[in-house]
């Protein structure tokens, strides 16, 4: 059985449950705090960085592309025209890069500094690095979420789905980031229309709907995230 060590407010362990919900796989979920860095944890993975996921209890799979090509090895490649990565190698190209822009660039950019101000900082020690959050690091990252947005704006508007015609590890890529986002009530997606209607869209399907479901304690959703047509 799959064993999946996450965070509800991990973007890269948001993304392997949606491929794992994608593919109808059941899993067991061990939430993490990784700045604790548990022992047990740090047996799995020295770097304490999630997820880490485990089959039968076999050896470690370690961060959210490796998890990712494994389950579509294993998984993916008897789903056929549901397959989440494409059998075209372009095809796969254009998919891995954008994956890798949202769980990369955008989360390096935004998402990690929004939660660890707003959320982590809460839940951490003063030894771990809570406190107060540190509203210069807000205000960059709100900055940089502008310029995310408009580009997925435009993928939107120009594609049926983010990579393509078919939904991708893109769209789940991306979605793992927006959700944590628009749970903190940080996206305006009035002024982005066209990726407002991609996130309705993929938010109605049954792989989200764990994920519409959590709370952080202590910090309650903005009203919309659970709405479907919002």
């Not at 990369?104 to 959320?119: A, H, I, P, Q, W």
């Amino acid at each position: 059985m799959l064993k999946l060590h996450h965070h509800p407010m991990s973007a890269a362990s948001r993304f392997v449950r949606l491929v794992l919900g994608e593919y109808g796989e059941r899993a067991e979920y061990l939430e993490e705090r990784p700045w604790e860095k548990r022992r047990d944890f740090l047996a799995l993975n020295p770097a304490a960085t999630l997820p880490v996921m485990l089959e039968d209890d076999g050896p470690a799979i370690v961060g959210a592309t490796v998890a990712g090509e494994y389950l579509d090895e294993t998984r993916g490649v008897f789903q056929r025209d549901k397959r989440l990565l494409p059998e075209k190698p372009l095809e796969r190209a254009e998919v891995r890069r954008l994956t890798e822009w949202f769980l990369g660039k955008l989360d390096s950019e935004v998402t990690r500094y929004l939660v660890r101000e707003r959320v982590f900082k809460l839940e951490m020690s003063a030894d771990a690095g809570g406190g107060p959050p540190d509203a210069s690091a807000i205000r960059a990252a709100r900055a940089n979420l502008k310029h995310h947005l408009r580009y997925l704006g435009w993928l939107a508007e120009s594609r049926d789905w983010l990579a393509g015609p078919r939904l991708s590890y893109a769209d789940l890529a991306a979605a793992a980031e927006l959700s944590i986002l628009d749970y903190l009530g940080e996206i305006p997606w009035e002024k982005e229309p066209a990726a407002k209607d991609w996130y309705m869209r993929i938010k109605s399907r049954p792989s989200f709907r764990p994920l519409l479901t959590e709370r952080v304690r202590g910090l309650p959703p903005v009203h919309h995230y659970v709405q479907l047509d919002f």
